[in-house]
């Protein structure tokens, strides 16, 4: 491999490597803003200039690669990179000068404050100075559709927005308009951003305030927020994100790339506005264990289970590991254990979307012994008696109505019925008993996404008093006394 010194430091990379992505490896701060890894390099910001020995101009670190080792003396140290030199310090500086020269000073009342590249690196590499005596160029914002706010007057012109509409979802609803000092990002003839399923991405990819979301604009202050480690509830990819939450509240979701993942470097808007049912209105829920339409104990319902005979459970596959492993643990029979949910997605694009599957957990269900699109076969053993007893756990949001239908027919058919689900529905009021249980917002759990990787989340959200788990619902059906 290649033998390189970064800051004077040795070391070995690979031939054809960024040299802007070994100095982050290295811990090294490069400043950057038109860099993102999963964009093609344009190298138009000038901000992560480092200094190469030998070469007469700094070179982009964004488009610096790691030449091979040369054949005859493989050992040779093949480049020497300096970030840190007066002339890097002096060129940031004056590229600061440059990006702030039309922005406006505007960070009170900018949603990017507290997250902003340009307040970043102004601080750690800027002069501290304007040079600018002329006034600065102004635009008033304007809606590119109903998703998302432009403000001209911050854009730094970096393209990280056009490129992702040309090259990730190929929709090309953004450009660069007029030249020098008028340069402006715009919509050709005015197109809206509103057909792009995925256009809430430009917000996370702007790297100052120019694009903003109608839907977080002005609500929070980022510093109040708490980013929790979460996932993504739309496709059996499971995608990592950051739940970003305040006063157990989910004000929204953002990505959470994972490193050789290019997948999860952006979030379909389905799921990046599904924040909102998170936020749960009390009022919607139940209070507690509800039998035969009554307030119930635990200790009634358990009899209830108790008595009814021989057990099955039917899971949704849209629950973690650990409540799929203690509701199976119900099943009289291991083979009792069936799974639902039938949602499926539209491939818009194959490269980002690796699975049309909609139940994000199918596959941890499946290795519980959880059998999917087998209905037909519990219907059968309610039919000859051989099951009396059935717990669902539900969510209606991930079944057809061919299989919101299925399932009220075999409550229909069982002796007795218990549904766990976080918001009541028919199923739940068909059912002779129903327990709330907490969101996937409100417990720490797991998922096994469709490739066989475990992804975990984090509890975001604190749950009303009295909802518990799926594990603490089966511990007290057990009889298994649950912690206060
Ligand atoms: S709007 Fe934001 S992402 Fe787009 S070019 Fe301007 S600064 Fe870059
Ligand atoms: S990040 Fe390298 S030039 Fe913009």
């Not at 218990?418 to 996937?440: D, F, K, M, N």
């Not at 797991?446 to 619902?473: D, F, K």
Request: glycine share 8%; proline share 7%.
């Amino acid at each position: 491999m290649p033998r390189l010194k970064i800051n004077d430091v040795e070391l070995e990379a690979p031939a054809g490597a960024l040299v802007l992505d070994l100095c982050r490896e290295q811990g090294i701060d490069i400043p950057h803003y038109c860099y993102h890894p999963a964009l093609s390099p344009v190298a138009t910001c000038r901000m992560c200039l480092v200094e190469l020995k030998g070469q007469p101009k700094l070179a982009t670190s964004c488009t610096t690669t790691v030449p091979p080792a040369p054949r005859d003396n493989p050992e040779a140290v093949v480049m020497e990179v300096l970030t840190n030199s007066p002339a890097v310090a002096d060129a940031r500086a004056s590229v600061m000068d440059f990006l702030l020269m039309n922005h406006p000073l505007d960070c009170p009342i900018c949603d990017q404050a507290g997250e902003c590249k340009l307040q970043d690196y102004s601080y750690a590499y800027g002069s501290g100075d304007s040079k600018m005596v002329e006034p600065k160029r102004r635009y008033r914002y304007e809606d590119l559709g109903a998703k998302i706010v432009i403000d001209k007057n911050r854009c730094i012109h970096c393209t990280r927005c056009v490129r992702f509409t040309k090259e990730v979802t190929g929709t090309y609803e953004l450009t660069v308009a007029q030249r020098g000092s008028h340069l402006e990002v715009t919509t050709y003839s005015g197109k809206s951003l509103d057909g792009n399923p995925w256009a809430g991405n430009v917000v996370d990819l702007c790297p100052v305030g120019a694009l903003t979301s109608r839907d977080f604009r002005f609500n929070k202050r980022v510093w109040y927020l708490k980013p929790v480690p979460s996932i993504s509830r739309y496709s059996a990819t499971a995608s990592p994100v950051w739940l970003d939450v305040d006063q157990n509240r989910v004000w929204r979701i953002r990505p959470r790339p994972l490193p050789g993942h290019p997948e999860t470097f952006f979030l379909h808007d389905e799921e990046r506005y599904a924040y909102h049912s998170y936020n749960l209105d009390p009022s919607r829920r139940l209070e507690g264990p509800r039998l035969k339409g009554e307030r119930a104990s635990f200790d009634r319902i358990r009899e209830a289970l108790e008595g009814a005979g021989p057990v099955a459970v039917v899971g949704q596959g849209t629950f973690g590991n650990e409540s799929a492993e203690r509701l199976g643990s119900l099943a009289t029979e291991e083979s009792w254990r069936f799974g639902t949910g039938d949602k499926h997605y539209p491939i818009l694009l194959p490269k980002h979307q690796l699975s049309a599957d909609g139940i994000f957990n199918r596959r941890g269900f499946s290795e519980r012994g959880f059998r999917f699109g087998l209905l037909e076969i519990l219907q059968g053993l309610l039919e000859a008696g051989t099951v009396k007893g059935l717990v669902i756990l539900h969510d209606e949001a991930f079944s057809s109505g061919r299989e919101s239908e299925r399932l009220l027919g075999l409550v229909g058919r069982a002796a007795f019925s218990l549904v766990l689900e976080c918001l009541p529905s028919e199923l739940g009021r068909a059912a002779t008993a129903t327990v709330p249980i907490t969101t996937c917002a409100e417990e720490s759990d797991a998922v096994t996404n469709h490739q066989g990787e475990i992804r975990r989340y984090e509890r975001a959200l604190q749950p009303p008093m009295g909802i518990c788990t799926v594990a603490q619902v089966v511990n007290e059906l057990k009889g298994v006394p649950v912690p206060a």
